[in-house]
């Protein structure tokens, strides 16, 4: 079985910006999960959804938006980009909510 | 807050030098603790779900335990590629997110 994939793998965009980036869980998992990982720290969470539904969302500003699509697939945005959104964005798929997460592996963004 | 403290940060062992990894953890409700295995520029590896205190599970050279405050992984006869970095996450109370520590760098030298 696959396991969960993303795309793109790399993304340059200038300040100001926006971004689009995907993700398709593990074949029957139905929760999706994005974190934020910086250099040399954890990954931190922005949000989870579960069957469409926003089911969590972490201390992040309201550029970032996200969805779930029928086929359990999600998109996370992120809008008006900053320096500091540099990052590797992380997506993990779960059977449910409460499950434990399987990550893909990851879109690196870089902001100029 | 929920707090998830990892440490060291960085570990150097030889081939073959056991040792144990920490994460300590405050938070309310504890319902899994969570361990990952993560290589430069790639997403985390699932290695471990724990969800009480006393529980133990192997797999290879590692082994993870759980108590009422900490976990640890303890790491038996490591090999070089066993080299990366180990990240410990907990989930707790009714949020659904994971809490992760910033992780312990393991280098093993041949």
């Known amino acids: 079985d696959a396991g969960v994939t993303q795309s793109p793998t790399h993304l340059i965009k200038t300040r100001g910006q926006q971004v689009t980036l995907r993700c398709s869980p593990i074949?029957?998992?139905?929760?999706v999960s994005w974190y934020q990982q910086v250099l040399g720290q954890g990954p931190q969470f922005i949000f989870q959804y579960y069957e469409k539904e926003e089911r969590g969302r972490g201390n992040f500003p309201d550029r970032f938006s996200a969805r779930q699509f029928p086929n359990y697939s999600s998109e996370l945005n992120v809008n008006a980009l900053l320096l500091g959104d540099s990052a590797l964005y992380l997506c993990?798929?779960?059977?449910?909510?409460?499950?434990?997460?399987?990550f893909g592996p990851g879109t690196r963004l870089t902001v100029l | 807050e929920d707090q998830v403290t990892q440490s060291p940060e960085a570990l150097r062992l030889q081939e073959g030098e056991s040792s144990s990894l920490n994460c300590s953890y405050t938070?309310?409700?504890?319902?899994?603790l969570f361990w990952y295995r993560q290589d430069p520029g790639k997403g985390p590896e699932f290695l471990f779900t724990l969800y009480s205190a006393g529980e133990e599970k192997e797999k290879e050279r590692l082994k993870a335990t759980l108590t009422k405050k900490e976990s640890f992984l303890h790491i038996t006869a490591p090999k070089p590629e066993d080299s990366a970095t180990y990240l410990c996450a907990v989930q707790a109370g009714n949020n659904n997110d994971m809490r992760f520590g910033a992780g312990t760098r393991l280098t093993v030298k041949p």
């Open positions: 993990a798929s779960s059977l449910f909510t409460t499950d434990t997460q399987y």
């Open positions: 938070v309310s409700g504890l319902r899994g």
């Open positions: 074949s029957g998992h139905k929760s």
